[in-house]
Every structure is written in C-alpha cells, then in structure tokens.
C-alpha cells in the first residue's frame, strides 16, 4: 500500500477472503448461534432421570437389607474398581474408624455408591504423584545441581503442585458439598410450601414428599433426590424416625435439622403439621431475603478496589489529558 493512499478492509483480511466473505462468514455465524439459542430453549434437558435411577437402587437395596440378601453395586468397570479396592486394601488406606466419616461427607456431597469410597482413597493416593509428575514437567528444575539458589523457585512449583494434588481430591468434594447445599437450600422454602399445601389436602409424610419431589424434580433435583430417598426409607424402615434422622444427616444443614425436628415433634404431639410447616416456609424465606440484602451491601466494599485500579486511573486520564496536552502546545 502506497503512502497517502486510504486503509482498505481488504489490507487487513487474510490472503484469499475479501470483505463479501467476511459478511457471508458473519451472517453464517449469525444464523447458526440464532438456530442453537432457539434449540437450547426448545430442548428439556431431563436431568432427574439419573437421579431417579439412583433412588430405585436405593429401594432395592433397602429391600435387600430387609430380607438379608444384600447385593453389591458396581460403579464404572468393573476390573478398574476390582483393582483399586485391591490397591486400597492391600496398602490399608482405609482405616475403620475413617470409613463411617469419609461415607458421609461422599453422601453429602451427592456420591452415594458404596465405590465412592474406594475411588477416594484411590485419587488421595494417585493424585499427589501426578502432582509431582506435573511440577517436575513445569518446574524446570536444573537436575546437574538442583540444590542451587537459583532453583528455588522450581522446587516451590514442584511442591506446591504435589501438596495441590493432595488435596485435590478433597477440594472436589467440598465444592460439591457446598453446591448441592446451596441448592438445596434455596429451594428448601417452596419445597415446605409445597408439603404445607399436601398436608393441608390429606396426604400422608410419604406421600407429600413423592409429590413434593416430583414437582421439584426440574428446579431442584437435589431437593427432590433427598425427599424421593426419605419417602422410600419411610415406607421400608419400621421407626419413621431413623428415616427423617437419614435425611439430616445426609443433607447436614440447619434448616434441614429444623424442618425434621419440626415433623418429628407434630407425629410425637400429634400437632397440625401444616401450621408447622408454614412458619417454617416464612422463616427460611426472610433467612434468603437477608442473604441477598448481605451480598447486597458487600458491593460497595467489593467495588473499591476495582474502581480504585481500573476506574479511577482512566478518569484522570480523561480530565488530565486536554490541559497537558494544551500547556505542552503553548510551550
């Protein structure tokens, strides 16, 4: 391009796409994300079905205990969890007393195979090496002398990774943990709406926690899991107690321990259990308002250091600029 003469678009494409392309490839573009906004809005993605899967192995195998023909469940293939298990029970991984815990941490967070386990102390033990294997790729580490001040900073990578890789695993379960409660508990409030209304009509525990869960089952599948297990432990279990102490547990949230303090006191007194269960709808649903008015008025604070590093500077900028740029021209 010659000096003097103007910038076409055609300088700045690649070789062999002119502008006319340019366009035909946009409007291509344009049309396909119109089509898949349109399908994702027109598709139901049927998220409870494997849930639902999960609570009919639950029935079984509540049945299973109560006949005494236990039967075993396989998660994955088969000869992987064969040698895992091995792995883990032959170096002793699993000591008695960290089994009933690690359970239920797995249980809270939503693993609830009896594999789940095995897979745990497996990734503890695998994890920390693949950590290292991965700090030693990226430390760059001179091994002629490793000990040199100079590799200081590689051998903080290559520790740092292997001490992530052990605690990887236990991350995981946390956040998952942490999702599935918060979940559970931002639909906790409509879910006893819900049971409030089903009470009120004549239904039974049981059976308004299965409607309960089926009407949940797209907004809080979570939720729904939870309800549909405790329906089927009170239809098996003989005390109806154990099986709202399971859903405590299983679920570890204050609100959850009051709502089944709160039915296991309405069938001890033989109280309204409606009335109950209004009250508690109103007093979780003013807890999830103040939860929102306390992220609320953490923005500011939050907002400081952004407006201080990014805002601020472009607004001196803006102001500052035209009278610098005048008192250098008349300089």
């Given at each position: 391009m010659n000096k003097g003469q103007p910038l076409q678009l055609d300088a700045l494409l690649p070789f062999g796409l002119t502008a006319d392309g340019l366009l035909v490839l946009g409007a291509a573009l344009g049309m396909f994300l119109i089509i898949w906004a349109v399908g994702n809005i027109f598709l139901e993605r049927d998220r409870f079905t494997p849930r639902l899967k999960a609570i009919q192995e639950r029935r079984a195998e509540l049945k299973g205990e109560l006949v005494a023909a236990r039967r075993r469940k396989k998660m994955g293939n088969a000869d992987t969890m064969t040698l895992m298990r091995q792995i883990v029970q032959q170096l002793k991984l699993l000591q008695q007393h960290q089994v009933d815990t690690l359970q239920q941490k797995l249980t809270q967070a939503g693993y609830r195979s009896k594999d789940a386990i095995i897979v745990f102390a497996f990734a503890k033990l695998v994890m920390p090496f693949v950590g290292l294997g991965l700090g030693i790729?990226?430390?760059?580490?001179?091994?002629?002398?490793?000990?040199?001040?100079?590799?200081?900073?590689?051998?903080?990578?290559?520790?740092?990774?292997?001490?992530f890789g052990a605690r990887l695993p236990e991350?995981?379960?946390?956040?998952?943990?942490?999702?599935?409660?918060?979940?559970?508990?931002?639909?906790?409030?409509?879910?006893?709406?819900?049971?409030?209304?089903?009470?009120?009509?004549?239904?039974?525990?049981?059976?308004?926690?299965?409607?309960?869960?089926?009407?949940l089952q797209r907004m809080s599948p979570e939720l729904a899991e939870e309800f549909?297990?405790?329906?089927?432990?009170?239809?098996?279990?003989?005390?109806?107690?154990?099986?709202?102490?399971?859903?405590?547990?299983?679920?570890?949230?204050?609100?959850?321990?009051?709502?089944?303090?709160?039915?296991?006191?309405t069938e001890k007194y033989g109280t309204p259990i409606a009335q109950a269960l209004r009250t508690l709808a109103k007093e979780f649903r003013t807890e999830r308002m103040l939860r929102a008015e306390q992220k609320a008025a953490r923005l500011p604070a939050l907002m400081t250091v952004p407006m201080i590093v990014f805002i601020l500077p472009t607004l001196f900028i803006i102001v500052m600029a035209p009278a610098i740029i005048g008192v250098m021209d008349t300089m």
């Amino acid at each position: 391009m010659n000096k003097g003469q103007p910038l076409q678009l055609d300088a700045l494409l690649p070789f062999g796409l002119t502008a006319d392309g340019l366009l035909v490839l946009g409007a291509a573009l344009g049309m396909f994300l119109i089509i898949w906004a349109v399908g994702n809005i027109f598709l139901e993605r049927d998220r409870f079905t494997p849930r639902l899967k999960a609570i009919q192995e639950r029935r079984a195998e509540l049945k299973g205990e109560l006949v005494a023909a236990r039967r075993r469940k396989k998660m994955g293939n088969a000869d992987t969890m064969t040698l895992m298990r091995q792995i883990v029970q032959q170096l002793k991984l699993l000591q008695q007393h960290q089994v009933d815990t690690l359970q239920q941490k797995l249980t809270q967070a939503g693993y609830r195979s009896k594999d789940a386990i095995i897979v745990f102390a497996f990734a503890k033990l695998v994890m920390p090496f693949v950590g290292l294997g991965l700090g030693i790729f990226l430390s760059g580490i001179n091994w002629q002398h490793p000990f040199s001040t100079d590799e200081a900073t590689g051998w903080l990578i290559l520790l740092g990774l292997g001490y992530f890789g052990a605690r990887l695993p236990e991350i995981i379960v946390a956040n998952a943990r942490q999702k599935r409660q918060h979940a559970i508990r931002k639909a906790l409030p409509d879910a006893l709406d819900l049971m409030m209304i089903c009470a009120e009509a004549g239904l039974s525990l049981a059976a308004a926690l299965d409607r309960v869960a089926h009407e949940l089952q797209r907004m809080s599948p979570e939720l729904a899991e939870e309800f549909s297990l405790t329906s089927v432990e009170l239809g098996f279990l003989p005390d109806r107690a154990v099986a709202l102490r399971h859903l405590a547990e299983r679920v570890d949230m204050k609100e959850m321990r009051g709502m089944v303090n709160v039915i296991a006191q309405t069938e001890k007194y033989g109280t309204p259990i409606a009335q109950a269960l209004r009250t508690l709808a109103k007093e979780f649903r003013t807890e999830r308002m103040l939860r929102a008015e306390q992220k609320a008025a953490r923005l500011p604070a939050l907002m400081t250091v952004p407006m201080i590093v990014f805002i601020l500077p472009t607004l001196f900028i803006i102001v500052m600029a035209p009278a610098i740029i005048g008192v250098m021209d008349t300089m």
